[in-house]
Every structure is written in C-alpha cells, then in structure tokens.
C-alpha cells in the first residue's frame, strides 16, 4: 500500500460514515457492474478501473471479488427499501449517464437492481424519455435540446437525483474519478478525409449532465471539507 493510500485510509477512518466496509464493498461492485455493462470498457480499462477501486479508493476493504454483483448480492449488502439502497441508486444512475448515452444494456442491469432493492421503477421511465438510446438520436433532440414533455419527465428525476448526499469518502472519491471533470469537447469524427458525424460536448446531450457537475461538486466538497483530503488530483 502506498503512503497516499495510507493517509487516505487514516482521513477515511476518522470520518463517521452510516455505511460498513462490506456495504461500500458491494456498492463500488454494483457502480462497476453498471460502468462495465454497455461494454465499451475493454479488458484493460475494466482492470484499470478495478485497480483503482481496490488500491486506491478503498484498500483496506476485502472485496471477494471485483467482478460484476448480482442484484441479490447487492439487495442482501444494502438492504430492501433502505436509505443506503436509495442513494446506491441516484449514484448508480449517474454513472450509467456520465457518458451522455443510456444503453439498453445499462437500463436492463438498472431495471434488476431497482426490483431487488425494491425502489421505485418510475425513476427509470423517466430516464428513458429523457436519454434517447444512440442508435435513437434524432437530430432535433441532439442539437437543439429536448421537448416540451421529455423536460416535464425530468424534472422529478432532477429533484431526486440532487437529493444524494455524500457520506462516504470513499464513494465521494469513486465519483471524483468516474464523473470528467469538464465537459468534454466537441469534435468531428472523419473518415478518409471526410466529416462524417459531429459528436456536440456532452453538456449539450446529456439532460442531466448539470445534477452530475453538482454531485461531483458536493463530492469533492465533502473530501476536501469533511475529511480534510487533498483534492487537487481530482481537478
């Protein structure tokens, strides 16, 4: 373990989280489960990601395994209808979103752990009218916004969303990494010297993208004031 992994564990263990190691065990599988499950994460990535969780973010829990959770595994870990099953879920949604698309493979995984931690499915229908799969994108919606109902679908899932409190650092450093810091650029995408997509900032497609800037706001707020950790690397 290195020396910042060490202070990182001393800043962790003064600070008073409702959650135990095995609960934040299971909650950093389930985020991955969701990261890795539209498979646009190669082995190497998934290995990287998996590496950072275990030695950097969190080196003192035991995880049996870094590989996907079952949505039971994950329900027995952070209980039924609990709070701790409520806010898993807003983070969890998040990352399913940090990329501005929303894949049939990621609504599926979604749609299993909300039914095993029996949350309100709701949420997901409303994400749906929200994030257009991409194979959907209409023009109108990916440059000009979103219409008039998909606006009013989202407003309660916005509300949702902006009620996740941070209260662990070690979720609050997961969300650091996985969340980009900026909005990416736009960019052209050329083929034998010819445009053929333009790929807006993800700012301007994703709807959601200003509850996700906030969250990893609170996050890094939380780690710089509430444990005293140094945020820089994270900007």
């Not at 600070?15 to 985020?31: F, M």
């Not at 082995?43 to 003192?60: C, F």
């Not at 499915?121 to 409303?126: G, R, S, Y």
Request: charged content about 25%; hydrophobic content about 40%.
């Amino acid at each position: 373990m290195t020396e910042e992994s060490l202070r990182r564990e001393f800043m962790t263990s003064t600070v008073q989280s409702p959650y135990s190691n095995e609960q934040i065990a299971a909650w950093l599988r389930g985020l991955l489960t969701i990261a890795w499950a539209d498979g646009n994460f190669d082995d190497q990535e998934q290995e990287l990601i998996a590496s950072i969780t275990e030695n950097e973010l969190a080196p003192k829990i035991k995880f049996d395994s870094l590989e996907v959770i079952t949505p039971e595994e994950l329900a027995a870990a952070l209980g039924k209808g609990t709070p701790a099953a409520e806010n898993f879920l807003r983070t969890a949604i998040m990352v399913a979103i940090a990329d501005g698309t929303y894949s049939p493979s990621e609504d599926e995984v979604l749609q299993q752990f909300c039914q095993a931690l029996e949350q309100p499915e709701k949420l997901l229908e409303a994400l749906r009218h929200t994030l257009e799969h991409p194979q959907q994108i209409t023009p109108t919606i990916a440059s000009t916004g979103l219409t008039k109902r998909q606006i009013n679908a989202l407003h309660p899932l916005q509300d949702w969303l902006d009620g996740l409190d941070i209260q662990d650092p070690r979720v609050a450093r997961f969300l650091c990494k996985m969340i980009p810091s900026q909005c990416p650029f736009e960019r052209d995408v050329t083929l034998f010297g010819r445009k053929i997509v333009h790929i807006p900032p993800m700012c301007k497609i994703n709807p959601l993208y200003e509850q996700m800037v906030g969250l990893r706001f609170r996050a890094l707020s939380y780690l710089a004031d509430k444990c005293g950790e140094d945020v820089s690397p994270y900007i």
